[in-house]
Nanobody, 125 residues
Framework: QVQLVESGGGLAQPGGSLRLSCAAS????????MSWARQAPGKEREFVAA????????YYADAVKGRFTISRDNAKNTLYLQLNSLKPEDTALYYC??????????????????WGQGTQVTVSS
């Protein structure tokens, strides 16, 4: 079964931190570039961060740059997103996604072919 399963979401206070995980199975995780995206109610899906297959290059949306960190452990088949200095506007359902090809910078230059079910992040005092 080819799948991605996110975990680690929950309730955090403004200024707090969370670490999200995405467990991959059913394919060679180390061969694929990966990404995180989020979607809040009533809003469009938003690119958050991306990472190449080796982890050598990372990309971030301006809204999260300097606060979030994407990383991966290919030996554990796991993708991570560290969320620091959280703001209420970070509240959303966070998804991880697999890319089947990259022809330019993400998100427009990447082709995502597999998504997880999402994990909810809520930032509220």
């Amino acid at each position: 079964q080819v799948q991605l399963v996110e975990s680690g979401g929950g309730l955090a206070q403004p200024g707090g931190s969370l670490r999200l995980s995405c467990a991959a199975s059913g394919f060679h995780f180390g061969n694929y570039a990966m990404s995180w995206a989020r979607q809040a109610p009533g809003k469009e899906r938003e690119f958050v961060a991306a990472i190449t297959w080796s982890g050598s290059v990372t990309y971030y949306a301006d809204a999260v740059k300097g606060r979030f960190t994407i990383s991966r452990d290919n030996a554990k088949n796991t993708l991570y997103l560290q969320l620091n200095s959280l703001k209420p506007e970070d509240t959303a359902l966070y998804y991880c996604a697999r890319s089947k090809g990259e022809v330019g910078p993400p998100p427009l230059g990447w082709k995502f072919d597999l998504w997880g079910q999402g994990t909810q992040v809520t930032v509220s005092s």
